[in-house]
């Protein structure tokens, strides 16, 4: 082997071991993650929101369709802690079965569009050229597509389950999240270690997976975090739509919704279900930068 | 050094866009007219057009109205005829012909006197199949305007109108049609202005520019002084209307706000006078705080669920009744719906042209239980699933909820509720392609035959795959009957019949509910909402 | 030069790429239960009939739609079905400035509170200056627009009546409107630029100029302002797109005549000719907007002008 060549790889080697963390560190990022108060914090409320949807409901006398019609628009009360909506329902196991709904296409929709987003964006700005052109133009006329109609015949033709919300939502989602992530791809891969990580003879694969996505986590987990409430209320409107769940099951979206056309007049079903969502919110974004800290591969060092 | 310069780019982006944003906000334009002795009316929706033979819309009829006149008018409280074009009318012995006799002095807002042929014009344009007007039927009741809409015959003249002179207008009817004079406040009967739709397009064209402000040329009160889509409709005095003495207001300014929460916003900071509706919530508070507001009057709809007739479990008339008398309308009414409606136990709105149907479904969950066991199912046993579909709307959800709450607790069965948004649910309406569906029927015109001819079988309304040959029968005699006790005793037999199959729930009687500054005087109630603005004067401005 | 003719092929390469796009709408839009025409009141076989004729729906698909194209290639959009008064591209001329306008006041909302919300939060992080402005922005998302529109006009226009209600007359009508828009945009904007210069800022570049004993400010807006912008740039892209375009939620409640409206409603009314139009002035929009992108971002980082 060329002396020189040999030297290459040796700062190659040394480069790629630097880069090489940002995948390698999983294993310390929950380790580094533990020590973030918010973090944890942001964790510990999530847990209690998901315990508060799931098994809250069955610790409520009440049903959530259960009504009671000549006790309508109650207040707050010892009986009904968040009060009862127009048809005498009682908010509070409203609130936890929407939860139920909202949790899940909030993760899910947002998973599904993330896995393409990603992978969609990080080929196109890796690979480059041509390739990347043509994966692009594909975004512009996904991106055109008037989403109401898409929608519309989405139900139309193929019934109206829940699944279909995340596929309607991770559609429309996913473009963005593609356009920042091979904006992130493209500038990494200007940077020394990709070359490093050529020099060494890794395959392209390895290189977008291991190395470049890694180090592109930290806009991907911020985008995330900001995805998640822009899914749940394109729930609302999706369910406005006839897709998703069907009365009386609700979710927080929907709940919202309504209580706007009440805030002035009974303002309780406005302020809980954007409080449960808030705190939701709240915590995951904590969460998220949490675990953006966490898994940075530069953080070690600081 | 790079970054300087970087940093100095970034700069000049973020300038560019404040440029952008700041001159774009010049060109901004303010209301520069005068607002003193005009109405300001919230008006609903958008008009798709001011074209008496294009629209549709309650929206464009308030606006058209303002605009245009009939032959004849209605009074705005018991929509009685009232002259209008013409000065009066005769009707011939056997009620079907109709001769009109026009005022001198009725003239265009151009100052052109309206003419007889003005009103032939208008109806040969309606009726002319290219011109594809939606509510050409409403002038079917014209001996031979069917005829000629569906090609059948080509010779306008052939039809029953005619003008023997320039002030007198003939129609010979089809059929006896009660309902006949009221029917000219509708714009489908309204004049055009030949000259001013020639000039701007073909006789049948739609959508060219005679309907914008500065071209339009009404005979209306009002005349057309400023067209802003989703902005304002500005109506001014017509100097050439006959009876302008009598109108109080200087103008009326149409606000469209489809959103009614923002609508009665601007009714509280003063910005309206009227409100075309209002939602449920606020019809509560205001009822509560300042009733002297809010504004209700019975309105001629009814709100139903219609069942799909074609498959089980509704092809048995049993499973209907019991479906029918399994639901409170009263609790639903009271406690859900609200505004001051009233539960309806047949279809036909009470007292419409002096006909109230005998003949009631009610409340009785005994007899309900009875029916549905005698179907073969017992306390709901065995129900197949059924699904309780409703365009997508708060309202409609509430009281979908609650009769899911209401058969679920009274009959054992269990419905599925499903929102579809607009036109998919009008679509599976009529592909027949549901259990039980949210439904409503206003009628065009003050008379029972509006509600009832929708259900006889080969009715485009009837949308439930009920037959019955015996109403058919019944409807078709009301048809040709003069005589008004014949005619309704033979409704009242119709409507029976339809009570007793039940294709159909009634739910609720509409009624209009909207708010009104106080000092709007001369607003009066009709069961059509059709609104006169001759009548309405501005309280503060005739002190003033 | 290089960038000249990037922008000339790019522009080339929209061409195909709107054919795609109102190809594939112009056959969505029909396969969309219920027509233009379907309605509460049923029309009669023959009414339908003719007004389909006057629109000429009655034609077989693919002639609909060459006339279309054919339509198209004359720069003719068509008539609008549902709102004849006036034909699609005077709708979109005359829609469009309001949502041009209260866009662009978004926008410029959004940069003015969100980019320096960014930059402080990133100056000193996991201080107060760092989760102050974070959580006024993660107020700002979490709060929907159907929820702020009313609430801010609840209090500057029903309680405190400071500003109107709803309309678009002066620029008093346009400023609650534009918050309500851009609130969202700013919390992203927040977000995003605060990751991405946390990003640069522990990069080594940095790490020397700190080292050099430049200060803290001078450091965040100099030197690590480029590279920090980039992700917020390609974020601008489709958003001031989207901004721009108008928002049905917020021209709704409002009552902007702007084209955000216009477009939903076109698609619930199956508005064809309109959705058509929109769709197609839309697409032409975004993808200028993403083009502009593109160069702003190979100019604000020359790296990737070889990309």
Same mark, same amino acid.
């Given at each position: ?5 040999e030297?290459g ?11 090489e963390?940002?995948?390698? %560190?999983?294993?310390d990022?929950g ?7 918010l ?7 999530l ?11 069955f610790a409520s006398?009440?049903s959530y369709?259960?009504q009671d019609r ?5 207040p707050?009360?010892?009986?009904h ?12 196991v ?9 949790l ?5 929709a ?7 987003g990603?992978l ?6 890796f ?12 975004v512009?006329?996904l ?11 989405l139900?139309?033709y193929?019934g109206?389950s829940i699944?279909l ?11 963005t ?8 791809i493209?500038?990494?891969?200007e940077? /020394?270690f990709?070359d ?5 003879g ?24 900001l995805t998640?409430p ?9 369910s ?8 009386p ?14 805030m002035e007049?009974y ?8 409080l449960?969502? @808030? ?5 995951l ?9 966490a898994?940075?591969?530069r953080?070690?060092k600081d | ?10 700069a ?7 440029a952008a944003?700041i ?17 300001r009316?919230?008006n609903?929706?958008?008009?798709q057009?001011?074209?008496p033979?294009?629209?549709t ?11 245009f006149?009939?032959?004849a008018?209605?009074d ?5 005829p009232?002259?209008?074009?013409? +000065? @009066?009318?005769d ?12 005022? /001198?002095?009725?003239?265009w ?5 309206v ?10 344009r ?6 594809a ?5 409403m002038?079917?009741?014209m001996?031979?305007a ?12 052939d039809v ?13 009817l ?19 202005h030949k ?6 397009g ?25 067209? +802003?889509?989703n ?8 100097p ?5 003495e009598?109108?109080?207001l ?14 009665e ?12 509706t ?11 705080e ?6 209700n009057?019975d309105?001629?709809?009814?709100y ?7 498959r089980p ?6 499973v ?16 859900v ?7 309806a136990?047949?279809?036909?709105p ?7 149907c ?7 969950v ?18 197949p699933?059924v699904?309780l ?14 009769a ?9 069965v269990?419905v599925?509720?499903?929102n ?7 679509e599976?309406m ?16 003050v ?10 079988t ?12 015996a109403?058919d029968?019944?409807?078709? /005699? ?23 199959e ?25 069961? %059509?909402g ?6 309405i ?6 002190e003033? | 030069m290089?960038?000249?003719?990037y ?17 594939l ?6 396969l ?13 076989? /023959?009414a339908l ?17 060459v006339?279309?194209?054919a ?11 549902k ?11 005359y ?8 866009? %662009? ?12 919300a960014?930059? %402080? ?18 107020a ?9 529109g009313?609430?801010l006009v ?14 678009w ?15 969202v945009?700013a ?10 210069l946390l990003?640069?800022l @522990?990069?080594d ?5 700190r080292?050099?004993g ?11 302002l480029?590279?920090?912008l980039?992700?917020?740039v @390609?974020?601008?892209g ?6 721009i375009t108008?928002?049905f ?8 005549p ?7 409603k ?5 508005d064809?000719t309109?959705i058509l139009?929109?769709v ?16 702003v ?7 990737l002008?070889?990309?």
């Open positions: 082997m060329d002396s020189r060549a030297v790889a040796i700062d190659a080697r040394a480069l790629l071991t630097q880069a963390k940002g995948a390698s %560190l999983w294993s990022a380790r580094r993650l533990a020590k973030n108060r973090a944890v914090a942001g964790v510990v409320v847990a209690c929101v998901f315990v508060f949807a799931a098994i809250g409901p006398p009440y369709d259960g000549e006790n309508r628009f109650a707050p009360s010892g009986a802690w968040f009060g009862t909506d127009n048809l005498g329902r009682d908010l509070l409203r609130t936890m079965v929407g939860g139920r709904v909202s899940m296409v909030g993760l899910a947002t998973a599904v569009s993330l896995v393409i990603v969609y964006g990080a080929t196109a700005g690979v480059g050229g041509r390739l990347d052109q043509a994966m692009m133009r594909v512009d006329v991106y055109t597509l008037p989403f109401t109609i898409f929608a519309i015949i139900v139309t193929s109206q699944v919300v995340f596929v309607a939502i991770g559609a429309v989602e996913w473009l999240m593609a356009r920042i992530v091979r904006g992130q493209m500038s990494l891969r940077k /020394e990709v490093a990580a050529v020099v060494m890794l395959s392209r694969r390895r290189i977008l997976l291991r190395h470049l996505i890694p180090n592109a986590l930290g806009p991907i987990i911020v985008f995330v975090t998640v822009r899914v749940m209320l394109l729930e609302a409107f999706l406005y739509l006839g897709l998703g769940v069907q009365a099951m609700s979710s927080w979206g929907s709940l919202i919704r309504e209580g706007t056309l009440a007049e303002p309780w079903l406005l302020i809980f279900p954007s449960a969502l @808030s705190l939701t919110l709240f915590s974004n904590f969460l998220g930068d949490g675990l953006r800290d898994l940075d591969p953080s070690s | 050094m790079m970054t300087r310069i970087h940093a100095e780019r970034i000049l982006v973020l300038c560019a866009v404040a944003a001159g774009g906000g010049c060109g901004g334009d303010d209301a520069a007219f005068e607002t003193g002795n005009m109405l009316f919230g609903g929706a958008e008009p057009d001011l074209d033979h294009v629209v819309g309650v929206t464009e009829h308030r606006v058209l109205s303002a605009l006149e009939g032959l008018g209605a705005p409280a018991t929509l009685e009232t002259p209008g074009v013409a +000065e @009066s009318w009707v011939s012995e056997d009620g079907l012909e109709y001769t009109f006799h026009l005022r /001198e002095d009725a003239k807002s151009n100052g052109d006197p003419l007889a042929q003005d009103f032939l014009y208008a109806w040969e309606i009726l002319t199949p290219e011109m007007s939606e509510y050409a039927y002038l079917f009741c001996a031979g069917r005829a000629f809409y569906e090609g059948e015959i080509t010779d306008f003249a029953g109108a005619a003008a023997p002179d320039d002030r007198t207008v003939v129609v010979r089809e059929h006896p049609t009660p309902y006949f004079l009221q029917m000219q406040v509708h714009q489908s009967w309204f004049p055009v000259a001013t739709i020639e000039k701007f073909g006789r049948t064209e739609r959508g060219t520019r005679w309907t914008r402000a500065g071209n339009l040329v009404g005979n209306g009160l009002f005349m057309l002084e400023r067209w +802003e889509p902005k304002r409709i500005v109506a001014v005095r017509n050439h209307y006959w009876d302008r009598a109108v109080h200087d103008g009326v300014i149409f606000y469209p706000y489809d959103e009614s929460q923002t609508e916003r601007l009714f509280r900071v003063g910005e309206l006078h009227v409100t075309s209002v939602t449920p919530n606020k019809f509560d508070v205001y009822q509560r300042n009733p002297e507001i809010l504004q009057a309105y001629l709809g009814t139903y669920y219609r069942l799909n007739t074609t479990p509704f092809d048995d008339v049993r209907r009744k019991a479906f029918a008398l399994a639901l409170d309308r009263d609790d639903l009414v009271r406690n719906v609200r505004m001051g409606r009233k539960p136990s047949h279809f036909t009470p007292d419409t042209a002096g006909y109230t005998q003949h009631t479904v009610g409340y009785d005994a007899e309900a239980r009875r029916l549905l066991a005698e179907a073969g199912y017992p306390d709901g046993q065995g129900f699933e699904t579909l409703y365009n997508t709307s708060e309202s409609h959800k509430e009281i979908a909820e609650t899911q709450a209401m058969w679920s607790q009274a009959l054992g269990d599925r509720l499903r579809q948004e607009w036109k998919v649910y009008l599976s009529t592909q027949l392609d549901y259990d039980i569906v949210r439904s409503a029927w206003v009628g065009d015109f008379d029972p035959i509006t509600f009832l001819e929708c259900f006889t080969d009715n485009g309304n009837n949308r439930t795959g009920w037959s019955s040959a109403y029968a019944l409807i078709a /005699e009301a048809v040709r009957t003069a005589d008004r006790d014949a005619r309704f005793a033979a409704l009242q037999e119709a409507e029976a019949i339809l009570l007793d039940l294709p159909i729930i009634p739910v609720y009687f509409y009624t209009n509910a909207w708010l009104q500054a106080p000092e709007v005087e001369g607003l009066d109630h009709n069961l %059509l059709y609104i006169s603005f001759k009548r004067r501005l309280a503060h401005a005739a003033g | 290089h960038m000249t003719r922008v000339v092929r790019q522009l080339a390469s929209f061409i195909p790429v709107l054919f795609v796009i109102i190809t709408t112009f056959f969505l839009v029909r969309a239960p219920g027509g233009p025409f379907s309605s509460e009141k049923a029309l009669s076989a /023959e009939a003719q007004i389909n004729a006057h629109y000429n729906l009655d034609a077989p698909l693919w002639r609909q739609y006339d279309y194209l339509g198209l290639a004359r720069g003719d959009l068509g008539p609008s079905m709102q004849p008064s006036r034909s699609v591209s005077e709708w979109i001329a829609k469009f400035p309001a949502s041009l306008e209260l866009g %662009l006041y978004g926008l410029l909302f959004a940069l003015c509170v969100g980019l320096p960014g930059i %402080l939060a990133a100056w000193r992080p996991n201080t107060w200056t760092d989760q102050l402005p974070m959580a006024l922005a993660m700002g998302i979490c709060i929907p627009n159907f929820v702020l009313p609430l609840y209090v500057f226009s029903l309680r405190l009546q400071w500003l109107p209600v709803a309309q007359d002066g620029f008093a009508h346009k400023i609650l409107p534009a918050v309500t828009l851009g609130a945009y919390a992203y904007i927040a977000r995003l630029s605060r990751a991405a990003d640069v @522990s990069q570049f940095i790490r020397t100029a080292a050099k430049l200060s803290e400010p001078r450091v965040v807006l100099r030197h690590a480029r590279g920090g980039q992700p917020v @390609s974020f601008l489709p958003a001031a797109a989207g901004i108008g928002s939620v917020v021209e709704n409640i409002f009552r902007v702007g084209l955000g409206t216009e477009f939903v076109a698609a619930m009314n199956r064809y309109m139009g929109t197609l002035f839309f697409a032409v929009l975004i993808m200028l907007f993403n083009l502009a992108v593109d160069v971002q190979a100019w604000l980082d020359p790296r002008r070889h990309g």
